[in-house]
């Protein structure tokens, strides 16, 4: 299916961004991620933006639209072991959740298998009962 050709494009790219210019994770977050299950935290990079962008690909920018998956109310995306997080809103509940999706990314072996898969969940159950998401609000940190 096209659509995820796009995606797994988009989130290789993305993911290339942030493992350039974003920043290794504190002992504390590293703590965190491996109390989640990520098996190579060493490897993640945060990048803090202002604003998490849409993609520019038309087709993948209606659909992530139509699913609900990417607005403005965005404030964590994982994009294999690229995180971006939105300024001021970064906590640890926060960290835990995108660092779960870094595990089901190293769980399902590769960007496209993961973004497959996730598609078809959100397809199939919707972006908030999508099983992936489901499972990272199961492993959030709150205090
Ligand atoms: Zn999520």
Avoid: C
């Avoid at 991620?33 to 490897?43: D, F, I, M, T, Y």
């Avoid at 199939?124 to 609000?137: L, N, S």
Wanted: glycine share 6%; aromatic share 10%.
């Amino acid at each position: 299916m096209e659509i995820f050709d796009h995606a797994a494009n988009w989130v290789s790219q993305q993911q290339e961004i942030i493992l350039g210019s974003g920043v290794s994770l504190t002992s504390e977050q590293i703590v965190i991620a491996s109390q989640v299950g990520v098996l190579r935290p060493e490897k993640i990079r945060i990048l803090s933006v202002a604003k998490i962008s849409p993609p520019d690909d038309p087709l993948l920018r209606k659909v992530a639209e139509e699913m609900n998956f990417l607005g403005p109310d965005t404030i964590g995306l994982t994009l294999g072991y690229g995180i971006y997080l939105r300024e001021g809103y970064i906590t640890d509940r926060l960290l835990s959740h995108e660092f779960r999706h870094v595990q089901q990314y190293e769980v399902a072996g590769s960007v496209q298998a993961f973004i497959v898969e996730y598609i078809q969940q959100i397809f199939q159950y919707g972006y908030y009962d999508a099983p992936y998401e489901v499972d990272a609000r199961a492993h959030e940190l709150i205090h």
